[in-house]
């Protein structure tokens, strides 16, 4: 559920984002992109909330996940997670 609870701002230096091999309208949604697969590759996040932070739905996400090698991490809280995002929750 976007809009609600806790957000986070995270400041980048001009010249950080300057050095980032992207267009200025694509930036924040490649650096959105790179931390949600982090997050899901290490454990920290389920398919639905890296979905979520990327701003794509579980479906796409997986096949983002798929082209970079990144195999599915899924266990039984994991699916908890996912049926509570899918309620809404």
Not at 14 to 31: Q, Y
Not at 48 to 54: D, N, Q
């Amino acid at each position: 559920m976007r809009g609600s609870g806790m957000a986070l701002t995270i400041e980048v230096p001009d010249d950080v984002l300057s050095a980032l091999p992207f267009p200025p309208g694509e930036k924040e949604g490649r650096i959105r992109m790179e931390m949600a697969c982090l997050m899901y590759r290490n454990g920290w996040l389920s398919l639905g909330k890296a979905a979520e932070l990327a701003r794509l739905d579980s479906f796409l996400m997986g096949r983002e996940l798929a082209s970079r090698g990144i195999a599915m991490n899924y266990d039984e809280e994991m699916l908890h997670d996912d049926l509570a995002y899918a309620r809404g929750k």
